[in-house]
């Protein structure tokens, strides 16, 4: 039973770091390994090395692998006694969990050598503050981790004197070896398994309490998976409108999951107080539900919270870079209004002035055209409908009223097209009077013309009737 549950908890250790590369999972440890593929897999993942397959599958490539495998771990100082590359091949089940222990424990501490800061995910503390409350004052016992507190077994036996101190003595245990608490602890609990079982299966409410215990575990599960999903979500970025709002529609996603399953939790509980009403349960599982439903209170409250404070911090943070930009947008439609009315509104009456309004139009639309993603951003503006608030960049209070925004979206949509509008039209209106003027330049100029050689006629026939009148 001890290699079985070995046998689990290393082929979920090796699926772990495997589906990080998405590589496909062990099913059996002690076949999947047999070719070696799978270790130099494993040993790429932890080293970050690529290391050489041999081809084909014969039992020469299979001993040609783990010969590699063997000699990658030798490179990192990792001695295998009594392990050869045949007892692997074989699929030796011993020797095949010694292997994998002796790769977790040293890439374990590899791991918490290089990154001492890094997390553990929720399900390993969670159930590492369970174990250590648990076995809280227990002599010898001090747990910090899942390898080295475990190893004198004193932790194993606390864990079970805690729940069945009918068992056996526990100060009777200290002064024995490692190798003999260990022996111990799982000796008793098997035993206290094998008489739960049966205690259970003569029970009236067995079928009630093994699905209680069967949703229990589920739920449970489910809350430390967003836990997780939680806890590795991006920080709230403070200064990109974009982004915040993606990260803003992810989490209203995950709020809308919470709520669609938290149903699932009173169904557990009311099951949890059926079984605690109908008095028939032992004082172990009266104790045992208790602690569970505890549990679970605790950490739903807890997700619940997380989740509350990040939509709240998106909140105010999507608002204040809403806000900001309908400012600064506000700014810029003043601005163009001011250009407008001092350079644009009134018509020039020459050609000179209507070339200088030409370019002082054309900049005002290239200024269009780049206001352009602002407005569409105003457009899919994101209105909270919980009334906030939050603070300017000089510390003072500012109030996010959903229909003051309504109104002052309302408002710059209103003049944004104004400015569009009168942009439009006043294209047309210089171009038809620049032709005009054009027009009216060249018929002058033609006047100007023909005037000028009537005017020289003239004094031409001037000067011949003077000579006349001379003769």
Sequence with gaps: EREDVQKKAFTKWINTR???????????????????????????????????????????????????????????????????????????????????????????????????????????????????????????????????????????????????????????????????????????????????????????????????QINMEKILSWILQLEDKLDNKEKVVLNDLKLVKEQFQAHEDFMVSLTKEQNQIGQVLQEGNHLFNNGQLQLREENEIKEQMRILNKRWESLRKKALDRQSTLHKTLMKLQIDQIESFDKWLANAEHRIQNDLNIMDEDLSGIERQYKQLALLQDDLVSQQQITESLQNMVIVIDDTSSTNGTGDQIKFNSNDIEQKLSNLSERWASICNFVQNRWITLQEVKIELEQIYTAQDKLDK??????????QIKLETNVLDTD
């Design 18 to 212: 495997l589906t990080k590369v998405n590589h496909p999972p062990v099913d059996d440890l002690y076949q999947d390994l047999r070719d070696g593929v799978v270790l130099l897999k494993l040993l790429e993942c932890l080293t970050g090395n690529e290391y050489k397959r041999e081809i084909g599958r014969m039992r020469v490539h299979h001993i040609g692998n783990v010969n590699k495998a063997i000699a990658v771990l030798n490179e990192h100082g990792i001695k295998l006694l009594s392990i050869s590359s045949n007892d692997i091949v074989d699929g030796n089940p011993k020797l095949t969990l010694a292997l994998i222990w002796s790769i977790i424990q040293f890439w374990q501490d590899v791991f918490k050598t290089v990154a001492p800061d890094v997390q553990q995910n929720n399900i390993e503390k969670f159930l590492l503050n369970w174990c250590q409350q648990t076995t809280k004052g227990y002599k010898g016992v001090e747990i910090k981790d899942f390898t080295r507190s475990w190893q004198d077994g004193l932790g194993f036996n606390a864990l079970i004197h805690h729940f069945r101190p009918d068992l056996f003595d526990y100060d009777e245990i200290l002064q024995n070896a490692s190798e003999r608490n260990l022996e111990h602890a799982f000796s008793v609990a098997k035993n206290s398994i094998r008489s739960y079982k049966e205690t259970t299966i003569s029970s009236s409410i067995s079928p009630e309490l093994t699905s209680y």
């Design 450 to 459: 023909w005037l000028t050689k009537k005017e020289f006629e003239l004094k």
